[in-house]
């Protein structure tokens, strides 16, 4: 029997499939998102959670950081915390 942890062997299987594609998706994402993250996301995002500048928000699961780049635009500052 294997004294391994089944979730941590999960976790790392889903970090190195998560590894393989970054690079794929970081490029069609771009910095700033893609065309449905910029018109729908974005906007709404901001008008639902009433962002002001100097408010200090931390954003959970985040991805590649594009929407706390637009939270940082905007003047709100941003923690980022990646799974």
């Given at each position: 029997m294997s004294s391994e942890n089944?979730?941590?062997?999960?976790?790392?299987?889903?970090?190195?499939i998560w590894d393989q594609n970054a690079s794929f998706w970081d490029e069609k994402m771009s910095?700033?998102?893609?065309?449905?993250q910029?018109?729908?996301i974005h906007p709404a995002s901001e008008r639902?959670?009433?962002?002001?500048?100097?408010e200090q928000?931390?954003?959970?699961a985040c991805g590649?950081?594009?929407f706390a780049r637009r939270m940082a635009q905007i003047g709100?500052?941003?923690g980022c915390h990646r799974f």
């Open positions: 089944p979730l941590s062997v999960l976790h790392e299987e889903t970090r190195s910095d700033n998102g893609n065309h449905f910029r018109t729908l639902l959670l009433q962002l002001q500048a100097n928000v931390l954003e959970i590649n950081g594009i709100v500052f941003c």
